[in-house]
């Protein structure tokens, strides 16, 4: 579920900077589209009143020389017009004229290219007539029909203003074309020159321009009815005002017309250039953004797949790690509980989980090595595997630990089930064809509906398998009534216990030892007892198991460690003679790495010599983590520290492993001591302490209750004696009176001896 929610988000995540990158990429186009066409239409616009101002000066120029001309043929003309014809021939080819003529008042006119005309009808004619510097619009040539326009002007008499005859110069439209034709776009635009009411004066033989242009708002409307209406308006609006500015328009394709006016005869020049122009250039270059764009895409979303892959490459490595268990291949407890949840929601049957481990298994690891525990546990895996049904799994966890599930109908069925794996499984074979006793551990949880958490399922299976811990012949229990109370009171305690480590309701008893010599005090343990609030004193067996469990040990321990360091810094201070007092440590604080350091500062702190405490280890914590335990064992004993070796002999503790750690006292657990009176117990005994002694190793006996016992061991030399035959447990102000007897029977030995 997570991994799809984690892939949908990231899916999503790159689908918006797509999104982004899109938008972006569009806008960014948009914006070069934009700068292009503005930059575009300037330079239409530049072109276009550029074009206007040459065309005007072409005009002026047009109409000075022909004033001047009118000037020099004045006198002629008033003699003989013919003959001003024939004197003006060389101007008109000069000039690039198709003739110039000069006409009389009633329209008779003689030309340069011999030709008799009566231009009364024209209109430049009678504006010539009336004093005006005039340009016709294009005409039809009378000789031969061409285009043409024409430039007239009046001739004055001498010293006078009024008009005698009319100079006029006639250009064919070609030739004036070409005088306002410029190439501009790379030959794309083109132009006109229309008259106010938008008759065309000049039109372009451009391929793309409007052919046979008579009227320029005509032609926009036929091109176009739909799409040139508004510019029509518009256009018809700036040659109105006489503005320049631009229209859109579409003639086959979309174009611009700049609209520039000229300043003669209200004219205007409309200077053309197709949008393509514009787009090919901005085309270019949004291809190129385009090209980025795609390209950053592609990157983007190679990015996003390499990133996934190595994502789902890395989840998947970590389900691996988390779901198979690396011993048998099979599942993991991880993978066992997420396989487990659906198949408990199969109605059909009753579902228990179990809970199992192997009975002596880190002895059995010690004696023929990992490689052969590995062994056995893949061969119990196997055959757990092999008599499980449908819908039923199985999972290896830590050490030898094991879970699985089982679905049945009966209690009894169940029962049957779980016996007959306990006794097919009740031996091994070991490669070296050594048949090895097994016996299997199971705590049952029958699911019953109070708790639908798988977890909590396992804590109760496992739970209900502690309760046959070391209890040989017991191969199985059920989470039951008795259990779930003990989980009830557990659960308090849990509740309790930080607050009651904070108000300091756990305090120490200190139970002394003594030399089996002289029989004098020697030191003491301290053993933790949890004083209630209502002054209940509860043994340690009810919480440091549980304490063991949780991890709440470790807090308890140290706090122990400090109270006595604490404790045997005040007893100095009043002039007692203290003894060595040996502190409890227990085997979980040993996977805290930073251990000794802080036991270590918790004694420098106190300011007590280091001889003034010991620290006792159980023997299983030596068995479990000889190398861990060498290296805390060292630095302990730089700082000058003793460690004992608690409980020996109850666990699988073998001989041989005392040469392998450097400890300085050996607790021999009560179970020899009880056993003293048999023979055979007391020549192990007298073994152990011999091999201990011969290892530079002090022997101190637990649970020393009798005169016999005491006797016993004094006999086989053991060192010291802990026990209620001396002293039991008990509490500071206790202990110190016995501190203070001790201090004065020392001071009287010391006496003695010096008498
Ligand atoms: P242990 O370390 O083996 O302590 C010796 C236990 O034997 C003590 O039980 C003591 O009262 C009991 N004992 C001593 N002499 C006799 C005797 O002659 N007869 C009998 N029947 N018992 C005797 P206690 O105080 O109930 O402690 C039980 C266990 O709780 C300890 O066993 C130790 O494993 C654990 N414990 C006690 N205090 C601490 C502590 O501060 N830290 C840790 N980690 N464990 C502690
Ligand atoms: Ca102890
Ligand atoms: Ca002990």
Redesign the pocket.
């Known amino acids: 579920m997570g991994k799809y929610k984690k892939l949908y988000g990231t899916l999503l995540l790159g689908l918006i900077a797509i999104i982004i990158l899109l938008t972006a990429v569009f806008s960014y186009s948009r914006s070069i589209e934009e700068s292009y066409k503005e930059e575009n239409i300037n330079s239409l616009k530049e072109l276009s009143n550029q074009g206007a101002l040459m065309l005007n000066n072409e005009i002026k120029n047009k109409q000075n020389l022909l004033v001047e001309l009118s000037h020099d043929v004045s006198r002629i003309f008033v003699d003989d017009p013919q003959a001003a014809a024939v004197y003006l021939k060389e101007a008109a080819a000069r000039n690039n004229f198709k003739r110039i003529g000069v006409a009389l008042t009633d329209g008779r006119a003689y030309t340069t290219d011999d030709i008799a005309l009566n231009i009364s009808e024209r209109g430049y004619f009678s504006r010539a007539l009336h004093g005006q510097m005039t340009v016709s619009r294009n005409l039809d040539d009378y000789t031969d029909g061409g285009r043409i326009a024409v430039y007239a002007v009046p001739i004055l008499s001498d010293g006078s203003d009024k008009p005698i005859g009319v100079l006029f110069a006639t250009y064919s439209m070609d030739t004036f074309r070409k005088t306002i034709e410029v190439s501009f776009f790379s030959g794309a635009g083109y132009s006109y020159v229309v008259q106010e009411n938008g008759d065309v004066v000049v039109d372009s033989r451009h391929p793309e321009s409007f052919k046979n242009l008579k009227n320029v708002y005509a032609a926009l409307l036929t091109a176009d009815p739909k799409n040139n209406r508004d510019s029509a308006e518009k256009l018809w609006q700036l040659i109105n005002s006489k503005k320049d500015g631009y229209i859109e328009f579409y003639n086959g394709s979309q174009k611009y017309m700049y609209c520039s006016p000229i300043g003669v005869n209200n004219w205007m020049l409309l200077t053309v250039t197709p949008a393509s122009v514009i787009e090919d250039k901005t085309n270019m270059v949004l291809h190129k953004t385009y090209l980025l764009g795609i390209l950053l895409i592609v990157i983007f979303l190679l990015l996003i797949w390499h990133i996934m892959r190595i994502h789902t490459r890395n989840q998947r490595e970590l389900m691996n790690i988390a779901y198979v268990d690396e011993i048998t291949g099979g599942y993991s407890f991880a993978k066992f509980f997420k396989e487990a949840e659906p198949l408990l929601r199969a109605a059909d049957k009753k579902t228990a989980i179990v809970s199992m481990d192997i009975d002596g298994f880190k002895y059995f690891n010690d004696m023929f090595g990992y490689e052969e525990g590995n062994d056995l546990l893949r061969y119990i895996c196997q055959e757990i595997r092999a008599s499980l049904n449908e819908g039923e799994i199985l999972a290896h966890g830590v050490a030898d630990t094991f879970i699985f599930l089982l679905r049945f109908d009966t209690r009894d069925e169940l029962l049957w089930r779980i016996n007959d794996l306990c006794l097919y499984l009740n031996h091994y074979i070991t490669k070296s064809g050594q048949v090895y006793k097994l016996s299997l551990s199971m705590g049952i949880y029958e699911v019953d509906g109070e708790t639908d958490d798988i977890v909590s399922m396992a804590d109760r299976a496992y739970i209900a398998r502690q309760t046959i811990k070391n209890k040989g012949d017991t191969a199985w229990a059920f989470y039951d009534g008795a259990v779930r109370d003990k989980l009830l009171h557990e659960k308090e305690i849990e509740s309790q216990m930080e607050r009651a480590l904070a108000e300091g309701e756990f305090i120490a008893?200190y139970?002394p030892k003594y030399s089996t010599k002289e029989q004098r005090l020697i030191g003491a343990?301290?053993?933790?007892r949890w004083r209630r609030s209502d002054d209940v004193i509860v043994?340690?067996?009810q919480f440091?198991p549980l304490f063991e469990r949780n991890g709440f040990?470790n807090k308890?321990?140290r706090y122990?460690f400090e109270l006595v360091c604490r404790q045997q810094t005040l007893w100095l201070g009043e002039g007692l003679a203290p003894v060595p007092i040996s502190?409890?440590?227990?085997r979980m604080c040993l996977y805290d790495p930073h251990i000794v350091d802080e036991y270590i500062g918790i004694l420098e702190e106190s300011g007590l010599p280091a001889a003034y405490v010991k620290l006792?280890l159980t023997e299983s914590a030596f068995f479990e983590n000889t190398s861990i335990m060498n290296g805390v064992i060292e630095a302990l004993h730089k700082v000058g520290i003793k460690v004992l070796m608690?409980?020996f002999g109850t666990g699988y503790s073998s001989m041989m492993m005392l040469k392998n750690v450097d400890i300085d006292v050996l607790k021999l657990d009560?179970s020899f001591v009880d056993d003293i009176g048999d023979e055979r117990s007391e020549k192990i005994i007298s073994n152990i302490i011999y091999l201990a002694h011969s290892l530079q190793i002090e022997v101190t006996a637990?649970?020393?209750?009798t005169k016999a016992q005491f006797e016993f061991l004094r006999d086989v030399g053991c060192d010291y004696i802990?026990?209620?035959?001396f002293g039991k447990?008990q509490p500071a102000e206790a202990f110190a009176d016995l501190l203070q007897k001790e201090t004065w029977n020392g001071s009287d030995a010391d006496a003695d001896t010096k008498s």
């Not at 343990?525 to 933790?528: P, R, T, W």
């Not at 637990?702 to 209750?705: A, K």
């Not at 802990?722 to 035959?725: A, L, N």
């Open positions: 008893y139970q343990e301290a053993l933790v043994p340690p067996y440091v040990i308890l321990d122990m502190v409890n440590m227990s006792e608690d409980d009560k637990e649970g020393v209750e802990q026990g209620y035959y447990p």
